[in-house]
């Protein structure tokens, strides 16, 4: 991850550059009748790219963060890199 770190289930700014996740898995769940999926409450969306060069955008998921460096989150282009 880069520009942040997962913290107490929670997404949190960090001044190291990348942080290393535990191994993670991801599963889709299709949500009947929504056309677009928004964040809610205190959840922010986070790009997961293919690579470090972030040429290439495989999806975007929506986790919480902390309620405090929400709104700079997105300014401080915090991402997942899948691989390096």
């Given amino acids: 991850m880069e520009?942040?770190?997962?913290?107490?289930d929670e997404l949190q700014l960090t001044p190291e550059p990348s942080?290393?996740?535990?191994?993670?898995?991801?599963r889709w769940i299709k949500k009947a009748g929504l056309d677009a999926v928004e964040a809610v409450d205190n959840q922010v969306p986070l790009p997961v790219y293919l690579n470090s060069d972030r040429s290439d955008l495989l999806f975007t998921i929506f986790v919480a963060a902390n309620s405090n460096e929400k709104?700079?989150?997105?300014q401080r282009a915090v991402a997942v890199i899948t691989s390096f």
């Fill in 3 to 8: 520009g942040a770190k997962w913290n107490n």
């Fill in 19 to 26: 942080n290393k996740l535990a191994l993670t898995q991801l």
């Fill in 71 to 74: 709104a700079m989150i997105s």
